[in-house]
């Protein structure tokens, strides 16, 4: 458990900001008149651009305001460093795989920029106002943006994302369930290396196991012990199951590899599915609503850090996940009957590939080989 990652040292900042931020503003200006000069026509500024570009105004501006007042060092929290790995490497997937499905690179940037908002908001509000409520009574409402200390459902993430990815693809006209197939994949990455950042945190913990000893009845990955002072010793010692002089915590299922694997799995599944079985658009959505459905309500069982409160005694994540399977099904039984057929994989128009010889020499009404001209 790491919930700091490392620390970033701002003596040489402090001393050289107003210079770093011009650099940084000359470096920007400078790649953005060199894209609109080896481009024939002229730069597009996207909506991701102008957002991105207003965030990072924003941030010289405060620190250049705040010049004399910043830390020592800047702390880089495991959370959510592993958050934007996520996100970088889930975007890298879907313009990969975008190349072959006719969706620009700048629809998917375009579009992430605005999921990210979204799904951070949507999985924070979730976790403050739902999920934590009575945690967060008695703090500073500004704690709710704290999140870097963890706190983001995924349930809430994707709802936010989802209801944002709708309203873009409303208002630029775009087949809504063929996007969906494409992001849901790099949804189910990213939410790999959210998990990780979940261990890293100390989040997401498991409940004890039963007749435990200690190490010697734990082992990897069915259990981990977490230190002194993390989240999953502090429960234990307030619900009376451990002492607040020990040293470490009792066995606790390994929730958060289960949640990785999980994904993980849905991952690789998802990608083989797309590329080798799919018939209907919206089939990736509906296959990934049912597994993630199916795994979130199982590991549930095991999750130290929700207590039930609805139903049958299932936590809110079992109820939202019985409505995810609901949903996946229905969605799967609709395209069965009235789906649309996906369309044959192609490159983008600038992306073709040109004939090779064979086909050329085939096409050949004279069947003599090609002149090299011609080749």
Same mark, same amino acid.
């Given at each position: ?9 701002? !003596? ?42 207003? #965030? ?10 705040? =010049? ?45 920029t605005f ?30 943006f704290y ?42 990455? !990213? ?7 979940? #261990? ?5 913990? !498991? =409940? ?21 002072? @993390? ?17 470490? @915590? ?38 990934f609503c ?30 939202? @996940? ?33 004939? @090779? ?19």
């Amino acid at each position: 458990m790491r919930p700091k990652l490392f620390h970033i040292p701002l !003596g040489f900042l402090l001393e050289h900001l107003n210079l770093l931020a011009l650099l940084l503003g000359l470096a920007i200006s400078a790649y953005i008149i060199w894209k609109w000069i080896r481009r024939a026509e002229p730069f597009p500024i996207s909506a991701g651009i102008t957002l991105g570009g207003v #965030f990072l105004g924003w941030l010289i501006l405060s620190a250049l305001k705040s =010049k004399y007042h910043l830390p020592a060092y800047i702390p880089i929290y495991s959370y959510g460093f592993m958050l934007m790995l996520g996100f970088i490497f889930g975007i890298m997937l879907a313009i990969y795989r975008g190349k072959n499905r006719g969706i620009s690179e700048d629809i998917i940037l375009d579009l992430a920029t605005f999921i990210v908002i979204g799904s951070i908001i949507g999985a924070r509000t979730f976790y403050v106002y739902i999920e934590s409520a009575s945690s967060y009574a008695n703090r500073s409402w500004t704690s709710v943006f704290y999140i870097w200390e963890g706190g983001l459902t995924f349930y809430g993430g994707l709802l936010g994302g989802v209801a944002v990815a709708l309203a873009y693809l409303k208002i630029k006209k775009l087949e809504i369930l063929k996007v969906a197939d494409l992001l849901i994949p790099s949804v189910a990455l !990213g939410l790999s290396f959210g998990r990780i950042g979940c #261990f890293l945190n100390g989040c997401c913990w !498991g =409940k004890v196991i039963p007749n435990s000893h200690g190490h010697n009845s734990c082992w990897f990955p069915y259990c981990w012990i977490f230190p002194k002072g @993390s989240l999953a010793f502090q429960d234990q010692v307030d619900k009376g199951l451990l002492a607040a002089t020990a040293k470490e @915590s009792l066995p606790v299922y390994f929730t958060q590899f289960y949640s990785w694997a999980l994904a993980l799995l849905i991952t690789g599944i998802l990608l083989i599915f797309a590329r080798y079985f799919q018939k209907r658009q919206g089939s990736v959505v509906a296959l990934f609503c049912i597994l993630y459905g199916l795994g979130r309500f199982g590991i549930e069982f095991f999750r130290g850090d929700n207590d039930p409160a609805y139903i049958f005694s299932f936590t809110i994540s079992q109820m939202v @996940s019985l409505y995810t399977i609901l949903f996946g099904i229905t969605l799967g039984l609709y395209l069965l009957w009235k789906g649309k057929p996906i369309e044959p994989l192609q490159p983008l128009p600038n992306q073709t590939a040109p004939p @090779s010889d064979t086909n050329s020499y085939a096409n050949n009404s004279n069947n003599t080989p090609p002149t090299p001209e011609e080749r």
